[in-house]
């Protein structure tokens, strides 16, 4: 501490002080202690601000080590931060003044400082942290920059803040630890980092602003590694070779005009030919030729009054197929030639022509095995068959599952097995089937991590490798099974470029984007294949959290008003945070798993009912190598006392005891008013029928006063014929509604016979004035399905005599039952002169009555109500044309019907 050293012994629990003595010799020189070390030979070492300090227990002796300005062998400062003992017995000392290796009491220590002649000397000299990781991997923490020091070579290795997310945070390097799994974590005065050793190999470079010799630009376009093991890369600022054995860049630099070099042009695309010599495609200056062994370059560019020239200067891609034809690829269209020939040809989209190429916006073209030329642009796929020199097109079909996925294509790659695979804007990635011409695709929901791909390549295991708009991934064809790499893994950024990638003979595969390119050996990228170990964070009531560490099988009782809770849990694994993968199950609650991402590392419970449950979680590392085990946690619910069983035993008895008596009691009740009770509803029932059918017994002295007023009228017009005929139909309708009257209720058939018996009867009385219409629901059982009898008639009539009646033109009803659940809704629809007119026309008679049979019929509905808790309705709507004028009625009746 500051304030001295402390032994604990723990048998006791006692702490014993040792401080600094001004009298003692055998003391420490300050109370400020900054560290403590016990060695392999069991001497403690005390790193002090004023100096070191060796302590032997057996005889309690201090020797102490201090800084002689005149002695190079001592150490290089008293103000001692740090002391570490390697894998060899060795004991390094961290001071405020360099770098101290102890050699022995005798020797002294040997120094190492910072120089600013050599580079490969200390940082600086403030070293604050030392440790050798598993691997013997040397680290120093010093005040600026971390340091990775050889000890063979005698040489510091620097790693210092560059701004990119994946460099330390910070060059202030204060501790120095390794995990169980290899990982090394370095706290700065800027956050803590996490180096992860032994699993990405993935190699990355970029543009260093502060070296002249470094990459002119971290947009990468294209990217080719010649048989020296140089790599051509071309850029947004011309094209560059790196020498990785020098870690030193070059560039190509031509005078294009007297303003504009090709070192500070825009590149889209290179490629070397069968020859040696290179060709590079320009952003907007045409096609050059570069020969190596000359220097001598050869420019291609477009002319509007030459139609052998390239038909554009902005050009997307360059490549030379089996014959030494050099094919380009622009915005304008494809072009093509022979180096030998001055003659340039051109292919563009022709509208109407299904045989032209279907876009002139050309990304890639690419030769198959068969040795077959392919083009993706952005309007399909397309295929070039030379002799008959025509395009076959493969376009997006939403129609057609078995189309291309997305229009516009960036990457087509042939496989070892014959697959070609197919990169997409938008589409994901296409696995197609020329023989068949069928695609089948990959997207985001399969576990790609983002649906704009740009190429693939095929690595010596059958694994596919493919760059997205959002990191790269490694496919398996076999098991459709996608393993996803972000900026976290060593990757130059998430979003990469199409013609940015090459696959070298060596097994090598290069990939560029926005910023740089990375290098890596396919079968060097191990998975992280430690299961990580799973934890229980924290364990919440209502958002509080309970103040307790939880391990595996442990157990949580809460109350029944404690059952709002939540649980968060961790993967202990940081190679990769955000990819860590989590499922939970809450047993005998939760029907099936619950699978969380990393940024939602929590489960939430409300209303859990009381009772015994078993919380599981288990999680992936950033690879997915679950850990199926994971942790559980049992969770007992308490019922309330009154839902204790020894509670419900004593309540459920007197409970019994209670109903016990209350049923014998009742029973006896219920023997003496059962008889009473019967014969009471009996009667109750007597009279709704006798009240019914006497409405019905009024029902029809009303309509047969009406009907033989009609007849009275043909007679007296001497109309014997109509009377006859009208006489013979009315017969026919008293039958029906003398038969019908006997029932409560009769089949929906008889009904309408009835009815159209009577509007038969009436369109006689008034000459034909009216026609009439009926609509059943095929749904409606006419045999099977009763209603009331006469419940329809009232309201037939009450539209014939006042509102067709005196209309001027021809009458129409239209009666339409439709089935709705338990109910038949019956329309009834006039063109009438409407109620309004109607009562006009009553009121200028001076005749002042009611509608006997409507108030009958409405008697009979609260009758029918009464029995069937208002299950039956009426509704009257007056009808108006576009006009606004009365045109007509419609009456909505509500039946409930019966069953027979």
Avoid at 411 to 434: A, C, Q, R, V
Avoid at 668 to 684: S, Y
Avoid at 729 to 740: E, G, H
Wanted: charged share 25%; proline share 3%.
């Amino acid at each position: 501490t500051v304030q001295g050293l402390n032994r604990y012994d723990k048998f006791n629990q006692v702490y014993t002080r040792t401080s600094f003595n001004i009298t003692g010799v055998d003391s420490i020189r300050t109370n400020w202690i900054n560290k403590v070390i016990q060695d392999r030979n069991g001497f403690l070492w005390i790193a002090t601000r004023f100096g070191l300090f060796k302590f032997d227990d057996s005889t309690k002796f201090f020797t102490p080590f201090f800084h002689n300005p005149v002695d190079e062998n001592s150490i290089s400062s008293d103000q001692v931060n740090e002391i570490y003992e390697d894998n060899y017995g060795n004991l390094w000392i961290g001071t405020q003044d360099g770098l101290n290796l102890f050699l022995g009491e005798h020797t002294g220590f040997k120094r190492f400082y910072h120089s600013h002649q050599d580079p490969s000397s200390l940082s600086n000299n403030a070293v604050k942290a030392i440790m050798e990781d598993s691997r013997g991997i040397f680290w120093i923490g010093t005040n600026d920059k971390l340091n990775i020091f050889d000890r063979e070579k005698q040489e510091f290795i620097h790693y210092s803040h560059s701004g990119k997310s994946t460099s330390i945070s910070n060059d202030d390097v204060n501790c120095l630890f390794e995990d169980d799994q290899g990982s090394v974590w370095i706290g700065t005065y800027k956050g803590v980092n996490k180096v992860q050793l032994g699993l990405s190999k993935f190699n990355y470079y970029r543009r260093d602003p502060d070296d002249p010799h470094s990459l002119s630009s971290n947009v990468i376009h294209s990217i080719f590694k010649d048989e020296e093991g140089l790599i051509w890369l071309s850029t947004g600022k011309g094209v560059n070779i790196f020498d990785r054995k020098n870690d030193r860049y070059s560039r190509l630099h031509h005078m294009i005009d007297p303003y504009t070099d090709l070192a500070d042009v825009r590149i889209r695309s290179l490629h070397k030919d069968h020859r040696g010599n290179f060709w590079f495609a320009t952003n907007s200056d045409g096609l050059y030729r570069y020969v190596p062994s000359t220097g001598m370059y050869t420019s291609y560019s477009a002319s509007p009054d030459n139609p052998i020239s390239l038909n554009s200067n902005n050009l997307l891609w360059v490549t030379e197929d089996h014959k030494g034809y050099i094919w380009v690829g622009s915005t304008r269209g494809v072009n093509a030639f022979h180096p030998d020939s001055a003659t340039i040809r051109s292919w563009v989209h022709k509208p109407g022509n299904p045989k032209s190429i279907s876009s002139n916006q050309v990304w890639i073209i690419y030769e198959d095995k068969q040795q077959k030329l392919w083009f993706g642009t952005d309007n399909g796929l397309n295929s070039y068959d030379p002799v008959k020199d025509e395009f076959t097109s493969y376009v997006s079909d939403p129609d057609d599952p078995k189309s291309i996925s997305s229009n516009a294509v960036y990457g087509i790659y042939e496989d070892s097995k014959g697959n070609f695979w197919i990169g997409t804007m938008g589409g994901g990635l296409n696995h197609f089937d020329p023989a068949n011409e069928i695609f089948t695709y990959y997207d985001e929901q399969d576990g790609l991590p983002n649906n704009v791909v740009y190429i693939t390549l095929e690595d010596k295991n059958g694994n596919l490798w493919l760059t997205t708009n959002w990191g790269m991934s490694k496919f398996n064809p076999a098991t459709g099974e996608f393993i996803n790499y972000d900026i976290n893994d060593g990757l130059q950024g998430n979003e990469f470029n199409g013609g940015a990638w090459f696959h070298a003979g060596d097994g090598e595969m290069f990939f560029g984007g926005m910023d740089g390119f990375n290098s890596f050996i396919p079968e060097e990228i191990a998975l992280n294949e430690q299961a990580p170990r799973i934890v229980i964070t924290s364990f919440k009531k209502f958002n509080e959290a309970v103040e307790r560490e939880f391990c595996d099988g442990d157990t949580i009782r809460l109350n029944h008003d404690d059952n709002f809770f939540s649980i968060e849990f961790s993967a202990l694994d940081y190679t990769n945070p955000a990819k860590n993968k989590y499922a939970y199950i809450l047993e005998e609650y939760d029907e099936e798993w619950n699978y969380r991402d990393a940024g939602r590392r929590r489960a939430e419970y409300t209303r859990v009912s009381p009772g015994s449950y078993t919380f599981r979680v288990i999680g992936s590392n950033n690879d997915g190598i679950w850990n199926e085990t994971g942790i559980s946690l049992h969770i007992v619910i308490r019922p309330p006392w009154w839902d204790t069983m020894i509670f419900r035993g004593i309540f459920g008895a007197f409970i019994f005891a209670l109903l016990w008596s209350f049923i014998y009691w009742r029973i006896r009740t219920m023997k003496r008013k059962h008889e009473v009770e019967k014969k009471v509803l009996a009667i109750e029932k007597e009279l709704f029928d006798i009240q019914q059918k006497a409405l019905q017994l009024q029902m029809n002295p009303h309509f047969i006063f009406n009907s033989l007023n009609a007849i009275q009228s043909f007679v007296i017009a001497s109309n014997t014929d109509k009377a006859i005929h009208y006489l013979s139909k009315f017969s026919q309708l008293m039958r029906l509604i003398l038969s019908n009257s006997r029932e409560s209720s009769i089949p929906v058939k008889d009904e309408l016979t009835a009815l159209k018996h009577y509007m038969d009867i009436e369109r006689l009385r008034f000459d034909n004035k009216f026609d009439y219409e009926l609509e059943i629901d095929n749904n409606i059982d006419q045999e099977f399905m009763e209603i009331p009898p006469m419940i329809i008639q009232p309201f037939v009539e009450n539209a014939i005599i006042h509102g067709l009646v005196h209309s001027p033109d021809q009458g129409h009803i239209k009666i339409s039952l439709q089935l709705q659940k338990n109910f038949i809704f019956c329309t009834i629809e006039d063109n009438g002169v409407g109620r309004k007119k109607a009562q006009e026309i009553r009121d200028a008679s001076g005749i002042i009555r009611r509608s006997r049979g409507m108030l009958i019929t409405r008697e009979r509905l609260e009758i029918l109500n009464k029995q069937n808790k208002e299950k039956f309705s009426v509704q009257v709507t007056d009808l108006h044309n576009d006009s606004n004028m009365p045109s007509g009625t419609r009456v909505d009746i509500n039946i409930l019907y019966f069953d027979d």
